[in-house]
């Protein structure tokens, strides 16, 4: 069954609304193009006025359209499209593409003027931006974007930013060895959004790869844009390039997963989940998406390093490390072998392998050194540097054969890989991605790995069930969550908290409530000391910025003089506090789960007690997740490998932080009421963990 997007780029039809027969205005130029480049189908300039371009005469409306159109393309002032998407919707044209700019992008009264498109549009038509560059589709020969040449290839293209579309396009004519498929410069999102355009790209036979360049999501199509992700970085390899990494996050944060979470750190973090590999420079996204296209994608992270120049190996080990890639000294064995086929002096041998000059006068040595690395199973991709243009056709087949029978890609930094020199055509001829950057060929070879890694992450978490069931909730807690909502604060007293946390299975120490300092030392008498006081009641929120946590009292006189400072921090002077054991030593780390406007529900794993903030080092993943990726939230933070017992720490049960984790994501998901729910500190010892403190706020 075709796609419901298949008739945007692959119309029987096309018609532009605004059309010129002035050059230099847009209604000329965009008509212009889509005629020049060869656009096969019928048609349409539409102007009340007449006039006619290339021999073809003006008609005055949709309505004088006598064949069969899908896409209508809109040059018209602002002000003027409503009424042009309506003329679309009642001929029934499945498809509106609208260029001007002046809309929600531009104020309220902007915004108001797209609410009134969407209104015309009334679902009979699909809108396409506005205030974008429009669509180019290579096997449509449908060009409506203006932008010449754009080179045809298999790189499909969704752009929040026309000009960039605009400059990428430019710089892979200049390159000639990236195209593109399909191009959507997709404006304000204000119908069709990026996940409508990246479903379409998932099931396109002419695209192989995808880039996206991403500013920003529509209102709230951010988690259907990661399932959608998810679903086709599983198929086929995702580049993602993301403008806005440095914005503020959330100014009004009320908890630590909030704040940790914020900087567009979420999103980062949630696009890797998905299967995306991160561009983090324009001008190396066509770079990485040639490696991409032209090269298998890698088994695993580990590169061998062959070539000229003991300069180019140390930066490009350096380089290749910093990319995320294993640069591995190679075995006794395998060096044994590959000393006889290089020159005596050469002496870096162990993994970069410099081969001392010799491809100057002898390219053989290429076979030499190469032939046993293939075959090595400890070599996931091999990367040449500091080559000189001096390939034959033996050895570029060499290499491509290799390629072919291992599956290792194979890229090659070259000092005269900016010219047009006829050794390199060999390579290129054979799809060999070559670089003039030792830097940039190590990049690529990190997004071969991260596209390789991202396939298996998205397949895992399409393969992903749910977290489970959660018990029905006791009527007390489900009473204080309702009375929670009214609070100010929205949130559960500490105790109310700890109580949600055992229903969902995350274990609490032993407490007691008291309110004078009699039955605060009777508890602590009960619970045993040494043990911690903490205010305890509605507005004690930020509890130990008050200065109303005590901690190691082990008398009923520390208990007392505890009990009298909390009390200064009531009106009334008389506290209620909450006493709980004094449980030293472990590790303590920071779990929590909350609803992200964007990308909805989401867990953090980090160091917690007093190094949350100090170490803002975290993991975050959306949910649902599967519990391999939860484990490996663990271990991607310092935090992490404390719990495994680092700098002489006993070791901690990290399979029991996972657990906390999947139950606060249980909870989270089976309560819509919730908004944040953060544990610090989850004290993680090898006998289990234990949430020592607890937060949650329920949505108001």
Excluded at 44 to 54: E, K, T
């Amino acid at each position: 069954m075709p796609h419901a997007l298949a008739r945007l780029f692959d119309p029987r039809g096309v018609a532009v609304v605004g059309a010129s027969e002035t050059p230099g205005k847009y209604g000329y130029i965009l008509l212009k193009t889509l005629l020049d480049q060869g656009y096969p189908g019928p048609v349409y300039g539409i102007n009340p006025r007449g006039g006619a371009l290339d021999g073809r005469e003006f008609v005055p409306s949709l309505d004088d359209v006598e064949d069969e159109v899908d896409v209508v393309l809109v040059v018209r002032p602002a002000a003027e499209c409503p009424e042009a998407v309506a003329a679309a919707a009642r001929r029934g044209i499945p498809f509106t593409i609208v260029y001007a700019a002046g809309f929600a992008e531009a104020g309220d009264d902007g915004a108001w003027l797209q609410a009134a498109m969407l209104t015309a549009a009334g679902g009979r038509t699909r809108l396409v931006g506005p205030n974008g560059m429009n669509v180019f589709s290579a096997a449509a020969r449908l060009n409506l974007s203006a932008i010449v040449p754009f080179p045809a290839g298999e790189l499909g293209f969704l752009s929040a930013s026309g000009n960039l579309g605009f400059a990428l396009a430019q710089e892979a004519a200049q390159r000639g060895s990236v195209g593109f498929s399909r191009f959507v410069s997709v404006g304000n999102q204000a119908d069709l959004a990026l996940d409508d355009f990246l479903d379409f790209l998932r099931q396109d036979g002419a695209t192989r790869a995808v880039l996206v360049y991403l500013e920003g999501f529509a209102q709230g199509r951010g988690v259907a844009f990661l399932e959608c992700l998810r679903r086709t970085a599983a198929e086929k390899p995702v580049l993602v390039l993301r403008g806005g990494r440095t914005q503020a996050g959330e100014k009004a944060a009320r908890s630590h997963t909030a704040a940790l979470a914020g900087d567009g750190f979420a999103l980062d973090q949630a696009l890797e989940q998905a299967g995306a590999v991160l561009v983090e420079r324009a001008d190396e996204a066509l770079s990485l998406a040639q490696a991409i296209l032209e090269s298998p994608l890698p088994a695993g992270r580990r590169i061998v390093l062959v070539g000229e120049g003991g300069g180019h190996a140390t930066l490009l080990a350096d380089a290749a490390a910093l990319a995320g890639l294993r640069v591995e000294p190679l075995p006794d064995d395998l060096v044994e072998r590959l000393r006889p086929g290089l020159p005596p002096f050469a002496a870096i041998v162990r993994n970069p392998v410099e081969m001392g000059g010799m491809s100057e006068y002898d390219l053989r040595v290429y076979e030499r050194t190469l032939a046993p690395i293939f075959a090595w199973d400890g070599c996931d991709i091999v990367l040449l540097f500091g080559g000189y243009a001096l390939y034959d056709e033996a050895l570029a087949g060499f290499l491509a054969d290799g390629r072919r029978a291992t599956g290792k890609p194979v890229l090659v930094h070259d000092l005269y890989a900016s010219e047009a020199r006829e050794a390199l055509g060999r390579l290129r001829a054979r799809g060999l991605p070559v670089f003039a950057s030792v830097e940039v060929a190590a990049r690529a070879a990190g997004a071969l790995a991260r596209a390789a890694a991202g396939r298996a992450r998205a397949g895992r978490g399409l393969a992903a069930g749910g977290l489970g069931e959660l018990p029905p909730l006791p009527d007390e807690l489900a009473s204080a969550l309702a009375t929670a909502r009214a609070r100010a604060d929205g949130a559960l007293t500490e105790d109310e908290a700890a109580r949600l946390l055992r229903h969902a299975g995350i274990e609490t120490p032993p407490a007691g409530l008291a309110s004078s300092p009699g039955e605060a030392v009777a508890v602590a008498e009960r619970i045993g000391f040494p043990v911690a006081l903490k205010i305890h009641g509605v507005g004690f929120l930020h509890k130990t910025e008050l200065g109303g946590v005590h901690l190691g009292l082990d008398s009923g006189e520390r208990v007392r003089r505890a009990y009298a400072e909390a009390s200064r921090l009531v009106p009334h002077g008389r506290a209620q506090v909450r006493i709980t054991p004094f449980l030293p030593g472990g590790v303590e780390v920071i779990v929590g789960a909350r609803r992200d406007p964007q990308l909805g529900p989401l867990l953090l794993f980090g160091a917690g007690g007093v190094l949350a903030e100090l170490i803002r080092e975290v993991a975050v993943r959306t949910l649902p997740a599967a519990r391999e990726e939860l484990a490996e939230m663990v271990e991607a933070t310092r935090a992490g490998a404390l719990l495994g017992g680092a700098r002489g720490r006993a070791a901690a049960d990290a399979g029991a932080v996972v657990a906390a984790l999947l139950a606060l994501g249980r909870l989270l998901l089976a309560r819509p009421e919730l908004s944040d729910v953060e544990v610090n500190p989850l004290r993680c010892a090898a006998d289990g963990a234990v949430a020592l403190d607890a937060r949650v706020l329920v949505s108001r």
